[in-house]
């Protein structure tokens, strides 16, 4: 099964990407953790959001793929404990061979990106750097692995 997060943005802080290599190097080769991910839109003083957001979908749309379910990250959606996660990616994983979790850029997702989606997660009511929700939601996938597999690391 792939997991395939795909973000906006192509240079995160070194950090970023040392900890989303972390929680993919820890799943196991059947549970493989993509990051498919391009350019966010240059962004300028007089830029509408939704300019921005729909260059940015421009850019997400030739990366789905016809056969996957498709995840969206928004502050809207639906949060979920780690149980129920867990739940949720079991049922992903046991129904598809291809999961895409979509993460916007600084100004989110576009409307039509939105309504793509099978199914709208949201981390929390707060907000996160774009960057930052890449490593979270890794982490996040690998404790719902965890968790599925009884191993120590989800409690």
Known sequence: VKVELLAAGTRPAGWID???????????RESELILRQWPTARRRKQDS???LQKEEEDNLLKLLHPDAFIVALDR??????????????????????RVQIMIGGPD??????????????????????????????AEQI??????LNNHPYHK
Do not use: D, M
């Not at 809207?76 to 061979?97: D, F, M, N, P």
């Not at 997702?109 to 979270?136: D, G, K, M, Q």
């Open 108 to 137: 989110g997702l576009s409307s039509h990106c939105l309504s793509r989606a099978n199914l709208i997660w949201s981390l929390s009511e707060l907000t996160f750097p774009h960057y930052l929700v890449r490593v979270l939601v």
């Open 76 to 97: 809207r959606g639906k949060i979920w404990s780690t149980q129920e996660l867990a739940l949720k990616v079991k049922g992903w994983l046991q129904s598809h061979s």
């Open 142 to 147: 690998y404790r719902a692995w965890s968790h």
């Open 49 to 51: 959001i939704v300019r």
């Open 18 to 28: 040392e900890g989303f290599r972390e929680f993919q190097k820890r799943l196991p």
